[in-house]
T-cell receptor
Framework: AQSVTQLGSHVSVSEGALVLLRCNYS??????LFWYVQYPNQGLQLLLK??????LVKGINGFEAEFKKSETSFHLTKPSAHMSDAAEYFC?????????????FGTGTRLQVTL | NAGVMQNPRHLVRRRGQEARLRCSPM?????VYWYRQLPEEGLKFMVY????????ESGMPKERFSAEFPKEGPSILRIQQVVRGDSAAYFC????????????FGNGTRLTVT
């Protein structure tokens, strides 16, 4: 069984500050990892994904994440927060067999960006 | 290009009524997934369908819930005899292939049971 833990249900940063959203996963097989963003009353939008290859993955809107197998982590970062980054962020994992797009989501981290 | 279309956006039902949620996948996508988001929780997988087939329904409650994806028309998630605990946001997602193609999500249907 797979699982995802997102530490911190709420994170607040100042505009221009580093954004760090934490995600740890558990998987019995090499995982595929995803970060999605959800704006109010909208669906989820893919930020980035890791499948194989380079462990540092760059996504949209200046976000990136690094897959660290030894730490079973896939933390999301952005060097400088913008007000428009305020949203809820979900980390998700899927296995790489069978129903690969069947995702297991974390409970989400709500990012607040202050002036 | 139209994305994943869900309707209605908001649905209010009284206890005991039926709720029908519709999802039209993106053009060219033949795989549909339904997820449920309860307040303050992440999304939980419910069911995965291809045209005319249910591939994986391991996340569906055993009673009152059903899903279909007919040859023609949208995918339907049906909830019979709704209860207050069914109040949630229901999201549909689609993908073109049965692999790790990223899911494209609709904007969801927010069901409120009164």
């Amino acid at each position: 069984a797979q699982s995802v833990t997102q530490l911190g249900s709420h994170v607040s940063v100042s505009e221009g500050a580093l954004v760090l959203l934490r995600c740890n996963y558990s998987s019995s097989v090499p995982p595929y990892l995803f970060w999605y963003v959800q704006y109010p009353n909208q669906g989820l939008q893919l930020l980035l994904k890791y499948t194989t290859g380079a462990t540092l993955v760059k996504g949209i809107n200046g976000f990136e994440a690094e897959f660290k197998k030894s730490e079973t982590s896939f933390h999301l970062t952005k060097p400088s927060a913008h007000m428009s980054d305020a949203a809820e962020y979900f980390c998700a994992v899927s296995d790489n067999t069978g129903t690969a797009s069947k995702l297991t989501f974390g409970t989400g981290t709500r990012l607040q960006v202050t002036l | 290009n139209a994305g994943v279309m869900q309707n209605p956006r908001h649905l209010v039902r009284r206890r005991g009524q039926e709720a029908r949620l519709r999802c039209s996948p993106m053009k060219g996508h033949s795989h549909v997934y339904w997820y449920r988001q309860l307040p303050e929780e992440g999304l939980k997988f419910m069911v995965y369908l291809q045209k005319e087939n249910i591939i994986d329904e391991s996340g569906m409650p055993k009673e009152r819930f059903s899903a279909e994806f007919p040859k023609e028309g949208p995918s339907i998630l049906r909830i019979q005899q709704v209860v207050r605990g069914d109040s949630a946001a229901y999201f549909c997602a689609s993908s073109p292939l049965r692999d790790n193609s990223p899911l494209h999500f609709g904007n969801g249907t927010r069901l409120t049971v009164t």
